[in-house]
């Protein structure tokens, strides 16, 4: 009885395992044509543009980085790179130099900054600074910077530092605008005004199919700056200096005390900057092959600017005095006692 329940059991087991024998047997996780999904790699692409045997410490920032800052001009894109500072005081500083480790703001002629490899640094006087706006914020694709004398293959004014912008080529139809505005409240001493600054870009750029590419760009900037001194003058031995012949009693004179600990009077602030710049660039390009390519640029720069001065000395009838031979109540020694007459 227990031989024919064994085989009875058999006879039924072996056509079930044959059955799952005959069926494929497919791997877990395998994919079939109908599976496959295309994979796209993506990548910057854009080297730098240093050369790679260069014994200098270099520093960089790419378009991705730069995205994570707030740009109102060029030059706003070095602000994290290490050594390395701008001398910029207001939005559109016409004279933001450059300053590093080895060199002050007032040494432009230490520092080199390139744009696709043309040079738009300027030594043409003490204070002039880079041409920054030869190029659109959102067509910045890197920027290097070298520190150290320590090739030959930049001139002598490479002592300091050089800046290598590279400015993004388009890889097809490309269009951008943007509009950028700042409010800039400032009070101190009789000063007490609002400064505006704006940024108004576009840009145009295009690659063909016969291998010519193009980047036209415009900017417009218009930028108010706050003063950057005031005019004074210091006492000496507890007097200040006196004038002879006729005077004429003014008011509006403020009392400070300079960072050596020196008394002085103020008679009003200078250097408020109002600078216009506008900016035309256009880029060709030519692919020769997939190796080599030509390209030149056109660009026309031009910087309107003003400088005034303001004066917080008032005579008697309110008019505002400029011409030296006026004298002020020289008894009146703290801020608190001091005339705040109305601008002029």
């Excluded at 059955?19 to 599976?35: E, F, I, Y």
């Excluded at 150290?148 to 002592?159: E, K, Q």
């Excluded at 030519?286 to 080599?292: H, K």
Aim: hydrophobic content about 35%; proline content about 5%; charged content about 15%.
């Amino acid at each position: 009885m227990r031989l024919n329940r064994l085989v009875t059991a058999l006879s039924w087991a072996l056509p079930i395992l044959s059955a799952n024998l005959s069926q494929p047997a497919l791997a877990q996780g395998v994919a079939t044509d109908a599976q496959l999904k295309a994979v796209v790699v993506t990548g910057s692409g854009m080297r730098s543009p240093l050369d790679p045997n260069l014994p200098n410490s270099t520093a960089s920032r790419t378009a991705e980085q730069l995205q994570e800052q707030n740009l109102f001009n060029p030059e706003d894109a070095l602000e994290h790179l290490p050594s390395l500072t701008v001398r910029k005081r207001f939005f559109g500083d016409r004279n933001a130099n450059l300053a590093g480790r080895s060199y002050g703001t007032l040494q432009p002629g230490r520092s080199l900054v390139y744009l696709d490899g043309y040079l738009i640094s300027n030594f043409l006087g003490r204070f002039d600074a880079p041409r920054w706006n030869m190029v659109n914020n959102e067509a910045i694709e890197r920027v290097d910077a070298l520190f150290g004398p320590f090739s030959a293959i930049y001139p002598g004014n490479s002592i300091g530092t050089t800046v290598v912008i590279s400015e993004r080529k388009p890889k097809g139809v490309e269009a951008s605008a943007s509009i950028k505005f700042n409010r800039q409240s400032f009070d101190e001493y009789a000063n007490s005004d609002t400064y505006l600054s704006s940024m108004t870009s576009a840009r145009v750029a295009s690659r063909l199919t016969n291998g010519l590419w193009y980047a036209a760009a415009v900017q417009h900037q218009d930028s108010e700056g706050h003063p950057q001194g005031f005019a004074n003058v210091v006492q000496t031995n507890g007097a200040y200096p006196t004038v002879s012949g006729a005077t004429t009693l003014v008011t509006g004179v403020r009392y400070d005390v300079n960072s050596m600990g020196q008394s002085r009077a103020l008679f009003g602030s200078t250097s408020t900057d109002h600078t216009v710049q506008d900016t035309l660039n256009l880029r060709l390009g030519y692919d020769i092959s997939t190796t080599s390519e030509i390209e030149g640029r056109a660009a026309l720069w031009r910087n309107d600017s003003t400088v005034t001065n303001q004066t917080w000395l008032r005579d008697a009838a309110g008019n505002p005095v400029w011409r030296q031979g006026q004298r002020w109540p020289q008894h009146i020694q703290h801020r608190e006692q001091l005339l705040c007459p109305q601008q002029s």
